[in-house]
């Protein structure tokens, strides 16, 4: 459900922010940050009256991401449209935690309604709770998606920014006597091309050098380009979703990363209400999971 809403007042914001300005300056900003869960969000709401989408953008995007069409809109395009507002919050010297490192470890979004590429949405975005996490502090930035002043969709994304906690180092209880996760049974087989990156940016406008090419991404700590955290969700999406689907909740936790190139198997399980599925790399039996997630069809 929506809410965690901050008390403050709203911005209006005339146009969407540029995102790659944003994210330069959420890198200054954020030396001299000392991230702790018990730390003041700004209760800023920002609002973006009227977001367009288009056809064009629409399709382009639904192209990369693997669904068979830009009508209804991909349930995660939503996502992409207040990315710079969600960014732009996280960017701010006020912001608690230093946006340079941020890792996005789980996402949860709720559709309504069908949405088309022709709707004109507002989009309010807010930074709703910190809480602490064993490996640093999490924070959770919602976006809310309203037409003709309806709620139509809404996504709670969880970002980690980690430091040095008092059980940093020690594994849970849980991670020591439990077995992993169940291996579901594998239903497609993908072959993820080393400009997968490349091509997200494109549609998405998110153009982080970890995703772009090897040149870039090595300096970041990676050996090569990974694939985007949200191209892997909105390719299980597509497979996961029936076009049309009148409400739906669909989640998942980002595990890995991928790194491009690569072959990464979808397995999905149906369940009472929806279905379980998850984003796989290596041999069978030994596989590592990349993302795990499920859509629920009963909200």
Same mark, same amino acid.
């Given at each position: 459900?929506?809410?965690?809403?901050?008390?403050?007042?709203?911005?209006?914001?005339?146009?969407?922010?540029?995102?790659?300005?944003?994210?330069?300056?959420? *890198?200054?900003?954020?030396?001299?940050?000392?991230?702790?869960?018990?730390?003041?969000?700004?209760?800023?709401?920002? *609002?973006?009256?009227?977001?367009?989408?288009?056809?064009?953008?629409?399709?382009?995007?639904?192209?990369?991401?693997?669904?068979?069409?830009?009508?209804?809109?991909?349930?995660?395009?939503?996502?992409?449209?207040?990315?710079?507002?969600?960014?732009?919050?996280? #960017?701010?010297?006020?912001?608690?935690?230093?946006?340079?490192?941020?890792?996005?470890?789980?996402?949860?979004?709720?559709?309504?309604?069908?949405?088309?590429?022709?709707?004109?949405?507002?989009?309010?975005?807010?930074?709703?709770?910190?809480?602490?996490?064993?490996?640093?502090?999490?924070?959770?930035?919602?976006?809310?998606?309203? =037409?003709? +002043?309806?709620? *139509?969709?809404? +996504?709670?994304?969880?970002?980690?920014?980690?430091?040095?906690?008092?059980?940093?180092?020690?594994? =849970?209880? #849980?991670?020591?006597?439990?077995?992993?996760?169940?291996?579901?049974?594998?239903?497609?087989?993908?072959?993820?091309?080393? +400009?997968?990156?490349?091509?997200?940016?494109?549609?998405?406008?998110?153009?982080?050098?970890?995703?772009?090419?090897?040149?870039?991404?090595?300096?970041?700590?990676?050996?090569?380009?990974?694939?985007?955290?949200?191209?892997?969700?909105?390719?299980?999406?597509?497979?996961? *979703?029936?076009?049309?689907?009148?409400?739906?909740?669909?989640?998942?936790?980002?595990?890995?990363?991928?790194?491009?190139?690569?072959?990464?198997?979808?397995?999905?399980?149906?369940?009472?209400?929806?279905?379980?599925?998850?984003?796989?790399?290596?041999?069978?039996? =030994?596989? =590592?999971?990349?993302?795990?997630?499920?859509?629920?069809? +009963?909200?």
């Amino acid at each position: 459900m929506p809410g965690d809403a901050p008390g403050g007042a709203s911005t209006g914001l005339s146009r969407p922010p540029r995102l790659m300005p944003v994210l330069a300056k959420g *890198v200054l900003t954020g030396f001299g940050k000392h991230p702790r869960p018990d730390a003041e969000l700004p209760p800023t709401r920002l *609002v973006l009256p009227a977001a367009r989408i288009g056809l064009g953008r629409a399709a382009a995007y639904a192209r990369v991401c693997g669904y068979e069409a830009a009508a209804p809109l991909p349930v995660t395009y939503p996502h992409i449209l207040g990315f710079p507002l969600a960014a732009r919050l996280m #960017s701010a010297r006020e912001f608690p935690l230093p946006m340079l490192g941020l890792v996005h470890t789980g996402i949860e979004i709720t559709q309504y309604t069908p949405l088309h590429p022709t709707d004109l949405l507002e989009l309010t975005v807010f930074a709703g709770a910190l809480r602490p996490h064993r490996r640093g502090t999490e924070v959770v930035m919602t976006t809310e998606a309203r =037409r003709a +002043d309806a709620l *139509v969709w809404h +996504d709670r994304s969880t970002y980690l920014a980690r430091h040095r906690t008092a059980g940093s180092g020690e594994p =849970r209880r #849980s991670d020591a006597l439990s077995p992993g996760p169940r291996e579901l049974p594998v239903r497609a087989r993908w072959r993820l091309p080393a +400009d997968l990156g490349r091509r997200h940016a494109a549609v998405s406008g998110d153009y982080n050098p970890i995703h772009l090419h090897a040149l870039t991404a090595r300096p970041l700590g990676f050996p090569r380009a990974i694939a985007h955290g949200m191209w892997t969700f909105a390719r299980c999406a597509a497979e996961a *979703v029936l076009p049309g689907t009148p409400t739906l909740r669909i989640s998942a936790e980002f595990r890995a990363p991928v790194l491009l190139p690569a072959t990464v198997s979808y397995a999905y399980e149906t369940t009472r209400n929806g279905g379980a599925f998850q984003l796989r790399g290596g041999p069978e039996g =030994r596989s =590592r999971i990349h993302l795990e997630g499920r859509v629920e069809t +009963d909200v």
